[in-house]
């Protein structure tokens, strides 16, 4: 039968449950969640393109460039159309237009909860979050930004 040790909890356990990010820290993380609630608003108010790709012609921007110079999409066609169906609540067609863009969704999103916690609690939760952007999963993702853009050529109308 083991032994339960009644010690008391040391400075360094005590102050790690009760670590707090500082001011500057919880103004950058406001600044997140602001950037991520602006894009997660401006996609809501777009119509998403039935072909899967062009929403962004909404925002007053250009045809891309890729479309028009090789007739095939560029590795973010579909990126805004994907991002206007997640915010209508649609992730399964937002998977369909941009599989990568239907995740980076779901990430800003996430992304602006985490901030807004963050920056009204003080949480030391977002610096455990920002393990998320670290060299090996940032490959990751760029593999994961290829693949959706493989999807995106072998689905594109001819």
């Not at 083991?2 to 009760?18: D, E, L, R, W, Y």
């Not at 602006?38 to 777009?46: K, R």
């Not at 045809?63 to 560029?74: D, I, N, Q, Y």
Request: aromatic share 10%.
């Amino acid at each position: 039968m083991g032994t339960v040790s009644h010690a008391p909890p040391t400075i360094s356990m005590i102050s790690a449950t009760n670590a707090r990010v500082g001011r500057g820290e919880r103004f950058a993380w406001a600044l997140v969640s602001l950037a991520c609630l602006s894009v997660l608003i401006v996609a809501a108010g777009l119509r998403p393109s039935s072909s899967g790709a062009g929403t962004h012609k909404q925002l007053g921007l250009n045809e891309c460039g890729w479309v028009l110079a090789f007739g095939k999409p560029c590795f973010t066609c579909g990126m805004t159309t994907a991002f206007a169906h997640a915010a209508d609540g649609r992730l399964d067609r937002s998977f369909v237009a941009q599989p990568f863009g239907a995740l980076l969704s779901v990430g800003v999103a996430a992304g602006f909860w985490v901030g807004a916690f963050v920056a009204l609690t003080g949480s030391t939760v977002g610096r455990r979050c920002a393990g998320l952007l670290s060299p090996r999963l940032l490959w990751w993702y760029g593999g994961a930004l290829t693949a959706a853009w493989a999807y995106k050529l072998a689905t594109w109308p001819t």
